[in-house]
């Protein structure tokens, strides 16, 4: 008994919590079952339905656009030919209708550009072109253009069959069958050789002399034998007719099945697309207006030409020039709009371009040049940079292979302090004063030879100084000082040898004898006048004899000098 109370109880709960709620799915359980609401009755009310609830308002349109959308897009991934062929008739027209104003845009401004010209013949296709009504270019067009369309095609696409022709009795035929076999042999070695997709057709090939044009549709496709060159709008009209054809004959297309025999009241629409035009043969003459204007047209460009062709060849002699400069490297000689660029390498010791710029013939201002800095081992640039570092105007300089060449005359200082510097130049390893003069070895030579100049002479048979000739050897002696100290100061040493001889009267023995003491009284001499440097006395007697014009016996009996200058520490002394 309590498990039967507890039952009533549970459901007196339920009854309570959810009793309303089962009340209303009772009644629409109910309703449901007494409608009888079938797949077939529900497809019957459905288009009531969706269209009372968009007289309401658009919540339903919202609600399903995402998933049209979505279905759409999953359609055109997996197959956009349907859609293709779905909107062709649609597209045909309205792309060609853009293209035709596009057209008639570009006519009139060509109508714009040439409505001046005032030839004879242009006057008289002005007034064809008011007759007909139509723009003055598309008269000029039609008269300048020659083609012929000689046969059409209209072939089913899937099968290659041919479903339609027109002829032109007068041209020479074509197989249709061969035209169709060929474009598609074309088209098959074209998807082979380059990959090409099968959205991707072939639009034209040639057969001889004949173009072929092909226009492809999702049913059919038609091709058009053309002798000479023809315009855009011919394809225009192909793709006309051919739009035309599938909105004519969509459902005959569909169910192609190999009889060709409704397709013939297409031919009115394939003759519609056989044109011919033919280009005016008589003479045409020139307006003055458009004469003049060639040739002013023409003069421009020959001055132009004239002018930038000789600006490029200043240009090229310029960079030559600039290349050729020692210590110069050019990398690169660009134009940019209307300035000169050159840029390289350059020695700090290269020669200023200034010069090169000026006889140049170019705009000073519109030369630029960007260096970046490098050492030059070029032989001039070499000899430059050893004039920057050494200086003196007297002395020049070569270069041959490592070695300065240094030519000129110049103090004995400098030459030593050259001899200490050139060796560190960059592309010197020696220098070579051989052929430089020392300015204070060349004074010193002259008081040397000023010194030798001075003659010493004694009475006969005597070798016995006299008063007068004391003044002279004092004389002497204060020179033979001054040289010897300024050797020393050189580095050099200063040695005297006194050479005293006798006239050839007499013995040779005694005039040996003679001559030596000569000598001998002439060193003492300038010892006491307190000469110090080196002093060498030797006779020679009359074995060598002065031979001075006017100078006579009295000459040889007579104590000369002779100066030796040597460097200091020459082992050879």
Request: hydrophobic share 45%; with cysteine; glycine share 8%.
């Amino acid at each position: 008994m309590p498990a039967r109370g507890s039952a009533d109880e549970l459901a007196e709960l339920r009854r309570l919590l959810v009793g309303a709620e089962r009340a209303e799915i009772d009644k629409i359980k109910a309703r449901l079952g007494e409608m009888g609401l079938t797949v077939d009755a529900l497809s019957d009310l459905l288009p009531a339905a969706i269209e009372a609830r968009n007289r309401r308002d658009d919540r339903l349109g919202q609600a399903l656009s995402p998933t049209i959308e979505h279905s759409l897009r999953a359609s055109v991934q997996r197959n956009p030919r349907a859609l293709v062929d779905a909107i062709f008739p649609v597209m045909g027209p309205a792309i060609r209708k853009a293209i035709t104003e596009a057209m008639s845009g570009l006519i009139q401004s060509l109508n714009t550009a040439i409505e001046h010209s005032v030839s004879w013949r242009g006057l008289k296709w002005r007034m064809e072109a008011l007759r007909a009504g139509e723009s003055f270019a598309t008269v000029v067009l039609r008269h300048t253009l020659l083609f012929k369309v000689d046969q059409v095609f209209l072939f089913h696409r899937e099968t290659g069959l041919l479903l339609c022709e027109a002829i032109d009795q007068e041209a020479l035929q074509q197989n249709p069958d061969l035209v169709s076999a060929m474009a598609t042999a074309l088209k098959d070695f074209a998807r082979d050789s380059f990959n090409t997709g099968e959205a991707e057709d072939l639009s034209v090939f040639k057969i001889g002399e004949q173009v072929v044009l092909v226009e492809q549709g999702p049913r059919g496709t038609l091709m058009a034998l053309v002798q000479g060159h023809a315009p855009n709008e011919v394809r225009t009209v192909l793709q006309a007719v051919l739009e035309g054809i599938h909105s004519d004959f969509m459902g005959e297309l569909e169910t192609f099945d190999g009889d060709a025999a409704p397709f013939e009241l297409a031919k009115p629409s394939l003759e519609r697309a056989m044109q011919m035009r033919v280009a005016d043969q008589g003479k045409r003459g020139i307006s003055p207006v458009l004469g003049i204007g060639l040739a002013v047209l023409v003069g421009a460009i020959a001055l132009w030409l004239f002018f930038s062709i000789r600006t490029d060849r200043r240009w090229d002699r310029f960079v030559a020039s600039v290349h050729a400069e020692p210590g110069v490297v050019v990398v690169d000689a660009t134009r940019d709009g209307g300035t000169f660029l050159v840029s390289g390498l350059r020695d700090p010791s290269a020669a200023d371009l200034s010069s090169l710029v000026a006889s140049s013939n170019l705009p000073a201002e519109e030369i630029a040049f960007s260096w970046e800095p490098y050492v030059s081992l070029d032989s001039t640039i070499v000899a430059r940079r050893a004039e920057a570092a050494l200086g003196r105007a007297t002395v020049s300089y070569r270069t041959s292979g490592d070695t300065l060449y240094a030519v000129g005359e110049a103090s004995n200082a400098w030459i030593e302090r050259a001899r200490r510097i050139a060796p560190s130049l960059p592309g010197v390893a020696t220098l070579d004063v051989g052929a430089l003069i020392d300015l204070d070895l060349r004074a010193l030579r002259a008081l040397a030879d000023s010194i030798e100049d001075e003659r010493i002479t004694f009475a006969v048979g005597s070798a016995q100084l006299g008063f007068d000739r004391r003044r002279v050897v004092a004389d002497v002696g204060t020179r033979i000082d001054a040289m010897v100290s300024r050797a020393a100061e050189l580095d050099h040493v200063g040695i005297v040898e006194l050479i005293g001889r006798a006239d050839s009267v007499g013995a040779e023995s005694q005039n040996q004898l003679l001559s030596e003491a000569r000598a001998m009284v002439v060193r003492d001499a300038l010892r006491a006048e307190g000469v110090q440097g080196a002093l060498e006395a030797t006779g020679v007697g009359s074995t060598s004899p002065l031979m001075i014009a006017g100078g006579g016996p009295a000459l040889n009996r007579s104590v000369s000098f002779r100066v030796r200058l040597e460097p200091a520490g020459d082992e050879s002394r």
